[in-house]
């Protein structure tokens, strides 16, 4: 598992700007019975460690030498320039499972697709439950396997393995290849005239009728 260096913080509210121009991000421990902590870690060692175990892996987080298993449970960043702006971690049993998300990844290339078919996908992510050591970082999702057109892939055709338990039903569709929607023919109005000329055309042939019936 990876580390991530934490040291205790005093500072709170509008005062963390000076922990975030010194490179560091405030940060929240909790969980596992521990009392609530205030942190900091550094921005970029957290940015390269997130960038490889995501929310749904169990990491170090490093506190005075001792390391503590936490999943990285939530984290804020601003939505224009990218900056991290607060962390939640969470301390986990590592003999207790987890119930949590993991994201779906997707991976190769449809041939259904490359014939015109759409792409649909039905999930993004995925719940499971497992112990902390055997959480998966993702799961993929093979798009090979759509070949022709109304092929899926339902959750029984993912590789999960045996130690994750998912709280999904197995026939759950997480992806399919849809026919691209053919266009629907135009149909011609009938303007209000040709409606008048129609309706007087039959009116004549009606009285027609009628007279050659009364002259018989």
Request: proline share 3%; glycine share 4%; aromatic share 4%.
């Amino acid at each position: 598992m990876a580390d991530i260096q934490a040291k205790k913080r005093e500072i709170f509210g509008k005062k963390v700007k000076t922990l975030r121009k010194e490179g560091l991000v405030p940060a929240e421990l909790y969980g596992n019975k521990l009392d609530n902590m205030h942190l900091s870690v550094a921005a970029k060692e957290f940015s390269k460690v997130y960038k490889e175990a995501g929310e749904s892996s169990v990491v170090n987080l490093v506190l005075d030498n001792k390391k503590i298993p936490v999943l990285i449970y939530d984290m804020s960043a601003n939505s224009i320039t990218g900056e991290i702006s607060n962390i939640d971690f969470y301390a986990v049993n590592m003999d207790e499972k987890i119930r949590t998300s993991v994201p779906l990844v997707f991976s190769g290339d449809s041939l259904a697709v490359k014939d015109g078919g759409i792409l649909v996908k039905s999930m993004q992510e995925l719940e499971i439950e497992a112990l902390p050591a055997d959480l998966p970082q993702h799961i993929n999702v093979d798009l090979s396997a759509l070949a022709e057109i109304h092929n899926s892939i339902h959750i029984k055709d993912l590789k999960i393995g045996d130690k994750v338990k998912v709280f999904v039903d197995p026939e759950a569709v997480v992806a399919t290849v849809i026919e691209m929607a053919k266009e629907e023919e135009v149909v011609k109005p009938v303007s209000v005239e040709e409606v008048k000329v129609e309706g007087e055309e039959k009116k004549k042939a009606a009285e027609a009728a009628k007279a050659v019936e009364a002259k018989k």
